[in-house]
């Protein structure tokens, strides 16, 4: 296994354990197959609600109780027009961190971003 970076590892002070507590209810909010599901599809730019619901084959109640999930960990963002609701991934970092878990899942799939 490759070794991290002393800089990294050693120089830095530990995390508080609210930081360790958040960074893992991401995690268990992006581990979900289902709520991984729509992370993907999210990398490839916002999307309506029903569209998403569409694309990934749920109901649309079962999709607004996903994304409500992702939401609360900040790991996706939305915005109202009118009476429809749009989800995108909330910043480069989740964009990262998925592209990362996906690409490290399977390394001879081709994921953009």
Known sequence: ???????SATNRAPLTEAVIERAAGM??????????????LLLSGEHQVSEIAELTEAEMSTTSQRLRVLLKEDLVARRRDGRDMYYRLMDAHVETLIHNVLEHADPDASIHT
Not at 1 to 7: L, V
Not at 27 to 40: F, N, S, V, Y
């Open 1 to 7: 296994m490759p070794s991290r970076s002393k800089d």
């Open 27 to 40: 995690l268990h909010a992006a581990g979900d197959p289902a709520r991984l599901r729509i992370l993907e």
